[in-house]
């Protein structure tokens, strides 16, 4: 029980030192839960920093990565070319983002592999 309390901790205290940054115009940074998602809600990272985040959390962590599937939180987007100007074999799906939240990194980190 108490390493997976001291895997909790971990994740907790490596995101709240390396991304829970202060956001722009804000007068303090967001307070950390567990439900704090990195890709969805007030403050969702682009796409970009979420790849390297989850980058070095996999490392970090020692977690299997296998099925996790980075689209289904940072859908991609449909950029500047709209749909009815593509072929269909490059039509973007309009698909909204999940939430990945700290809980969801603590609970993977505990079981070794991504669960969700």
């Not at 940054?21 to 940074?29: R, Y």
Request: hydrophobic share 35%.
């Amino acid at each position: 029980m108490e390493l997976k309390d001291d895997i909790a901790a971990s994740v907790m205290s490596w995101y709240e030192e390396n991304y829970n940054q202060k956001p722009l115009f804000a007068k303090k940074k967001p307070v950390l839960t567990l439900e704090t998602s990195l890709s969805t809600g007030d403050y969702p990272w682009a796409r970009e920093t979420g790849d390297e985040i989850m980058k070095e959390y996999f490392s970090r962590f020692n977690v299997d990565k296998l099925d996790f599937d980075f689209f289904k939180y940072w859908p991609p987007s449909k950029g500047l070319i709209p749909n009815f100007l593509r072929s269909k074999e490059l039509k973007v799906e309009n698909r909204r983002a999940e939430p990945l939240t700290i809980g969801m990194l603590i609970e993977s980190a505990k079981a070794g592999r991504w669960i969700y």
